[in-house]
């Protein structure tokens, strides 16, 4: 069982290129969520998804997509990545809502633009 | 709109000291209020919650109670350890909004040997 994971740990773009995040989760969790983490700012909701072929936008979501088009498995992806989307990234799940949920979250991602 | 808002850190105190982390929250409706902890390097991961007034949570000799007449939920250890030091997040879930969680900006903790 290995809870959330990410995939890369680490990444370096330039300005203009594009890339894909993973996230995976085994625990059959309906729900799951993109942060941004940045200094001072606490985490950020990025984009998440209430099931298999949702998603729906967070408080931070210009310059990126996402997709779930499996149920355990969220993308996140940067089209055209900026400097301002230098951040660590976490991916978190939980199980369908209900009154006091705990979010699983992930190692996340560092990404650095140039 | 929800928010929660915890005191700045970085908070540094010695080993076996206590405690006190405050949070305080603006909610309409009745939020569920947590604690999650991000140690070094990792993700965050949670400590303790309380789902409705006057719950307590306790994990790990932390505890906090959800205390609606105040709005806080603050955080307390009796004895910290060396291996407390991390950042924590106090955080509430909103019933209105797909139950998303809204954290604060956290609060780094350094104990010292």
């Known amino acids: 069982n290995a809870g959330v994971t990410q995939t890369p740990k680490f990444r370096v773009l330039k300005t203009g290129q594009s890339m894909t995040l993973l996230c995976a989760q085994d625990m059959n969790h309906e729900y799951m969520y993109w942060y941004r983490q940045d200094p001072g700012m606490g985490l950020r909701l990025i984009h998440y998804s209430v099931g298999e072929g949702t998603t729906a936008k967070g408080e931070v979501p210009d310059g990126y997509n996402v997709s779930r088009l499996k149920k355990q498995n969220f993308l996140l992806g940067l089209e055209s990545a900026a400097p301002s989307q230098t951040s660590v990234y976490f991916c978190?799940?939980?199980?369908?809502?209900?009154?006091?949920?705990?979010?699983?979250f992930g190692p996340g991602t560092r990404l650095t633009v140039t | 709109g929800n928010s929660v808002t915890q005191m700045e850190g970085p908070v540094t105190l010695s080993e076996e000291a206590f405690l006190t982390i405050n949070c305080t929250y603006t909610?309409?409706?009745?939020?569920?209020l947590f604690w999650y902890v991000q140690y070094p390097g990792e993700g965050l991961q949670l400590l303790l919650k309380?789902?409705?007034?006057?719950d307590k949570g306790s994990n790990k000799g932390f505890e906090a109670t959800y205390r609606k007449e105040t709005t806080s939920f603050h955080l307390e250890k009796g004895s910290v350890q060396v291996s407390d030091s991390a950042v924590y997040f106090c955080?509430?879930?909103?019933?209105?909004?797909?139950?998303?969680?809204?954290f604060g900006k956290g609060t780094r903790l350094h104990i010292l040997p």
């Open positions: 955080a509430l879930s909103d019933p209105n909004r797909d139950d998303k969680i809204i």
């Open positions: 909610a309409t409706g009745y939020p569920s």
């Open positions: 978190a799940s939980s199980s369908h809502q209900a009154q006091g949920y705990e979010q699983y």
């Open positions: 309380a789902t409705k007034a006057d």
